[in-house]
């Protein structure tokens, strides 16, 4: 069986330029959680969807935005680029009613020069 | 003060030797407890799950909660070089809408 598969891996953006990330869940999963981890940090919590409505939002601006799909892939959105928005953006899909059950995915390494 | 205290190390140990990694935490609805691990360049890989308080062990692997303490605890037996890793701690206080909350992770360095 697939894991959780994130597309691109790595993605170089330029300042004020828009990103699209993806995230296919594991066949079965129904939620899916994006995470930022900058080099050195533990991941920190962006956005939950669960059955494509948002259940859960971290301490990040409104140029994050995500949607879940009817097949249940995601995608995260980030709008004008900033520097600081280089990092590691990892995917985690879990089933239904798991607080713990999380995979994640290997991750989409972005860096904005 | 950050949620979620973790030593970032580098943690250097010998072969054989007994790992001891840890986490402390200020919020006291945390109930679910983790403990992943990730290798360079890929995705955290879950390791060990508790819910509140207890000690739960699975091969090498014994991992402790004291929520009267706040402290989190996990021990690795027999370390092995491939164990080499940075150990991340995550907690949640379930419901899932606030997601999970990571130490900053313990770079473990295992020598042969």
């Known amino acids: 069986d697939a894991g959780v598969t994130q597309s691109p891996t790595h993605l170089i953006k330029t300042r004020g330029q828009h990103v699209t990330l993806r995230c296919s869940p594991i066949?079965?999963?129904?939620?899916v959680s994006w995470y930022q981890q900058v080099l050195g940090q533990g991941p920190q919590f962006i956005f939950q969807y669960y059955e494509k409505e948002e259940r859960g939002r971290g301490n990040f601006p409104d140029r994050f935005s995500a949607r879940q799909f009817p097949n249940y892939s995601s995608e995260l959105n980030v709008n004008a680029l900033l520097l600081g928005d280089s990092a590691l953006y990892l995917c985690a899909s879990n089933s239904q009613g798991s607080f713990y059950g999380y995979t994640f995915g290997s991750g989409t390494r972005l860096t904005v020069v | 003060q950050k949620e979620v205290e973790q030593d970032p190390g580098p943690l250097s140990v010998p072969e054989g030797a007994i790992v001891s990694l840890n986490c402390t935490y200020s919020?006291?609805?945390?109930?679910?407890f983790m403990w992943y691990r990730q290798y360079s360049r890929k995705g955290p890989e879950l390791l060990m799950y508790?819910?509140?308080?207890g000690n739960k062990e699975d091969g090498r692997f014994t991992a402790q909660v004291d929520k009267s303490s706040k402290y989190i605890s996990l021990f690795i037996r027999d370390s092995q070089p491939s164990d080499s890793a940075t150990y991340l701690c995550?907690?949640?206080?379930?419901?899932?809408?606030?997601?999970?909350?990571f130490g900053k992770g313990t770079h473990l360095i295992i020598q042969p």
């Open positions: 066949s079965g999963h129904k939620s």
């Open positions: 508790t819910y509140s308080s």
């Open positions: 919020n006291s609805a945390f109930q679910y």
């Open positions: 995550a907690m949640s206080a379930g419901g899932g809408a606030d997601g999970l909350t």
